[in-house]
């Protein structure tokens, strides 16, 4: 007999129970023999196939996927759509994941249809080998899209999981596909190379009639999605779209946007970091596309002055300074500390940066890069946390600034700036569990982020 949900804690722990029990029995690492999207299809099959007779557009790539996901379902609902957006990981509730314009799905829609889910979940559960496992993004994305289903979404974006091909959200037919920046990033499970990564991310692009939208690239990722996207409708930044005129400044990032059909001046975005402003035009680009022409100006500059996008280099403080970001690996840290640098270029602000990376990303990488921004460096790690975190991070950040501390958890760090040091600017980084600590500990909710 099957036990009713009465809490969201227990389909949370449905939707991760079925990885947990495999976890210990795999012994591959690659995508292509561990992943089994074909149980996400099952599972929706299952369930009704409510993602059928909807309209998909997914998104992938290894820098900027969730905010350029966001900058997609902001304009779109803003343009008078529907749009339902899923991305992951979350960082303070589970069902951040989930959203309808903004708005999270409530706890009592998810735990209803938790229920919904639960008996397909079982039946499919109850034929697995040992080693073989309904993926979490899988099982979620089945409560997604039987909350976009009933409430009739014109549209859903959908971040996609790690790589793209194997990924669970790939079972859902999308007509349009958008490639974020790609750059070296789980190599043991997508790789072995830039390469192999870079066809993992396009398999997102399903058939000759999907719509694909390639942000920024390194010159040697662009040349292998050249050589493998010779038939579909393709835009490239750079080519049909691009952002100029970027400007960062500590309350936001300024920029033109230009496309084949329009131009649009002077937008700002309240979020932080050049990059953000490709995400906004890889946006433009396919809403244009949507609306078959030019968007309103005044509508865009309306959209992205209101959008938020917690987490990603994200101001949650002006005194001091404060700054969010979720980098885990030096690439991505580098972003982060470009910024750093626009915002404090003559070094004038003393810097403190709190790194919480578990012991199996890059954290290395990420303390060497934030050091060469940053005038203290603190280790921690978040409350509350499933991973690991490394038991030398200390010894690491000591190569770099010797007078490096370390602290049990983020309050903690936290609490020793506020008593004991000079720090103008506050830089947290780290896995999206830490990044969601700090959203707490400074009283942000998560779960209403507006059109």
Not at 59 to 88: A, D, N, P
Not at 280 to 295: F, Y
Not at 395 to 403: D, K, M
């Amino acid at each position: 007999m099957i036990v009713e949900f009465t809490s969201q804690a227990q389909v949370e722990d449905m939707i991760y129970s079925s990885y947990l029990r495999a976890i210990n029995n795999i012994t591959e690492t690659l995508d292509g023999q561990v992943r089994r999207p074909e149980l996400t299809r099952e599972l929706l099959e299952l369930v009704g196939n409510p993602d059928r007779d909807q309209q998909y557009i997914l998104v992938t790539g290894s820098k900027g996927k969730g905010s350029t996901s966001r900058f997609i379902s902001s304009l779109l609902s803003h343009l008078g759509y529907k749009v339902g957006l899923f991305t992951s990981p979350h960082l303070v509730d589970f069902n951040e994941r989930i959203r309808i314009d903004g708005r999270a799905i409530s706890a009592e829609d998810f735990v209803r249809l938790g229920n919904v889910v639960r008996e397909g979940f079982q039946t499919i559960e109850d034929q697995l080998a040992a080693d073989e496992y309904q993926g979490p993004v899988g099982v979620g994305l089945a409560i997604a899209t039987l909350y976009f289903k009933e409430n009739h979404t014109d549209f859903n974006v959908i971040e996609c999981g790690r790589g793209g091909r194997f990924d669970d959200t790939n079972v859902l037919k999308n007509d349009w596909a958008v490639i974020t920046p790609i750059m070296e990033e789980h190599v043991a499970n997508l790789g072995p190379d830039l390469n192999s990564i870079t066809l993992h991310k396009l398999g997102i692009v399903k058939n000759k009639a999907t719509n694909v939208y390639i942000s920024k690239q390194k010159s040697s990722v662009l040349a292998t999605i050249k050589a493998n996207l010779t038939s579909n409708t393709v835009q490239y930044y750079e080519e049909q779209f691009w952002a100029d005129s970027i400007a960062i400044t500590p309350v936001g990032t300024t920029f033109n946007v230009q496309t084949n059909q329009a131009g649009y001046p002077s937008l700002t975005i309240p979020l932080l970091g050049q990059f953000q402003a490709l995400n906004a035009a890889t946006a433009v680009a396919l809403c244009e596309d949507i609306t078959s022409g030019p968007l309103n100006r005044e509508l865009v500059l309306k959209c992205f002055a209101q959008l938020q996008w917690p987490g990603r280099c994200e101001v949650i403080c002006h005194d001091p300074l404060t700054i969010i970001d979720g980098a885990i690996h030096k690439e991505s840290a580098g972003y982060l500390a470009e910024l750093i640098q626009l915002v404090n270029p003559d070094r004038s602000r003393a810097v403190t940066s709190i790194i919480g990376v578990p012991k199996d990303k890059d954290y290395p990488g990420v303390i060497e890069v934030m050091s060469s921004v940053s005038d203290q460096l603190i280790i921690t790690k978040p409350d509350i946390s499933h991973l690991s975190f490394p038991t030398d991070a200390l010894h690491v950040a000591n190569r770099f600034i010797e007078q490096s501390y370390e602290f049990p958890y983020l309050e903690d760090a936290l609490t020793h700036i506020q008593t004991g040091s000079s720090s103008e600017i506050i830089v947290i980084v780290g896995t999206q569990t830490f990044i969601g600590n700090a959203k707490r500990l400074f009283g942000q909710s998560l779960l209403d982020i507006g059109l």
